[in-house]
């Protein structure tokens, strides 16, 4: 892609013709507020991560349309030529709350609000849900996979796999956030410092005229970082032998003992057992394994559980596209408009759908912690000037089965919609990609095992204040009346 496209113009053009439309019936200025949110959790798990607000950030402080996309969009002829005039010195002037990148995150609970204009809240929703909707499908997918690892390192392997040049760059990101310990994808090291690494494939092997030939110059120019990959031929009958041969000619001279074999293919269980047999035996206890070929969560789980000795996951299409679910499905949806004197009227959409159906009204959203455990007891959602006393019990109750009621009590509630935006300024300071990476994983830790479980998760609960309770129930009231008129 081009370097100097414009991404203003990533927008679905429905955008541009809603905006076009709010220009002449003079809606223009009328402040609405939009949520994101998502309503399933990928894979069937209990929870997600929230990933993508840095890609979000940026796109905001860009918004600008140049002379030629006003051309472009002249050129259309449906455009009014006011309207036009007017995009040039469009800019976004409202306010955006969200989530931090890496906090764990719950189906139908505001991931990210927008208050503006209306034309300024609607237009960049194609963008917002793009990069949310893509990068916290990845982090939750590879969070998943981290866990499954049980504290060994896994890498992001999949920029070969991935769909198009941002998918592999942004995907690595939302990995290392997740919770990856690096990736192969060298030019996201050097945007966002995901730590990049690789050693050899297959060909570097077959170039020279035998594999210990290859191994043993390998490890004359890495001694220091020497990973050998050993089933290009014959993982146990040569490639074992082979690179234990190329370690004890080049590395045990410069008292070098950290090194490291990588298997691509086969039986991982039996082939580590065997090749951790090996290596200690020659006197290569300190050689780690790793291993990798269409990996995921289940094959990684499995294989541990079955005793293979393996120290590193190297991990590629199966994370980077999440093979097994890549829709993550959030959505921007209107939830109130607000008139000239500051009076915010809540707006709900209704389905015979049940689970399309929104949480109206400008929100707060809060996480509930037990003050004796440290963990999270569930999300609590409330009207935006409803304020919660921590300091007594609290009655909650299930949205989806308001006759499921109960007490909370000893508990700390923190907010977790921070101010990003504004008046269209940044006031959020961008976190270090380590640091929003260290936080992801401290969060999940508040989340009891029960629902970090793969399969049949616990639901965790995000409940809604009596008060929001009323009013989305009145709401509902409202539009069955009106349906049977």
């Not at 139908?108 to 499908?137: C, D, G, K």
Request: aromatic residues 12%; glycine residues 8%; charged residues 25%.
């Amino acid at each position: 892609m081009d370097q100097t496209t414009n991404m203003t113009m990533l927008c679905d053009f429905y955008e541009l013709t809603m905006a076009n439309g709010y220009f002449l019936t003079g809606k223009k200025d009328t402040i609405t507020y939009f949520d994101v949110f998502f309503r399933r959790v990928p894979d069937g798990g209990g929870f997600a991560i929230a990933a993508g607000l840095q890609q979000v950030v940026e796109y905001i402080q860009n918004l600008h349309f140049s002379e030629a996309d006003i051309a472009f969009l002249r050129s259309k002829h449906v455009f009014d030529e006011a309207f036009l005039d007017y995009l040039r010195s469009f800019r976004f002037t409202g306010d955006i709350w969200a989530v931090p990148e890496g906090t764990p995150i719950f189906p139908h609970e505001p991931i990210l609000t927008v208050r503006a204009p209306a034309i300024e809240a609607q237009f960049i929703e194609t963008y917002i849900l793009l990069a949310l909707n893509h990068q916290s499908l990845i982090a939750t997918k590879a969070n998943r996979i981290v866990r499954a690892a049980e504290g060994r390192v896994v890498l992001e392997f999949g920029s070969r796999r991935a769909q198009g040049d941002s998918g592999a760059i942004n995907g690595a990101r939302a990995a290392y956030i997740g919770g990856c310990h690096g990736t192969a994808c060298t030019i996201s090291d050097q945007l966002y410092g995901v730590k990049a690494g690789g050693t050899m494939a297959h060909s570097w092997v077959q170039m020279f005229d035998s594999q210990y030939e290859a191994f043993k110059r390998y490890c004359e120019i890495y001694p220091t970082n020497a990973t050998l990959l050993v089933d290009t031929y014959n993982t146990l009958k040569s490639g074992i032998p082979d690179a234990i041969r190329a370690f004890n000619e080049v590395l045990r001279p410069l008292g070098i003992t950290k090194c490291g074999i990588r298997i691509d293919s086969g039986d991982m269980t039996y082939l580590t057992k065997k090749a951790r047999k090996m290596l200690d035996e020659a006197g290569w206890p300190e050689c780690k394994i790793s291993v990798s070929n269409s990996l995921d969560e289940y094959i990684i789980q499995d294989i541990l559980r079955q005793g293979a000795c393996i120290d590193m996951f190297g991990v590629g299409e199966r994370m980077i596209t999440a093979r097994s679910e890549p829709v993550f499905g959030g959505v921007y949806k209107l939830c109130a408009v607000e008139d000239g004197a500051g009076n915010i009227t809540p707006k709900i959409k209704v389905s015979e759908n049940v689970g399309k159906i929104t949480n109206p009204h400008f929100k707060k959203l809060y996480r509930f912690y037990g003050r004796d455990t440290g963990k999270a007891i569930a999300d609590y959602l409330c009207v935006h000037d409803e304020v919660v006393d921590d300091s007594r019990d609290l009655e909650i109750f299930d949205p989806d089965a308001t006759w499921k009621r109960k007490t909370v009590y000893d508990f700390e509630a923190k907010p977790l919609l921070v101010p990003i935006f504004k008046g269209g300024e940044l006031v959020y300071p961008l976190p270090a990609l380590e640091e929003i990476r260290s936080y992801c994983a401290a969060q999940v830790d508040t989340l009891w095992d029960e629902v970090k479980r793969f399969d049949n998760p616990h639901k965790y609960y995000v409940d809604l204040s009596q008060r929001l309770w009323d009013i989305k129930s009145r709401m509902l009231s409202d539009a069955g009346k009106a349906d049977r008129v």
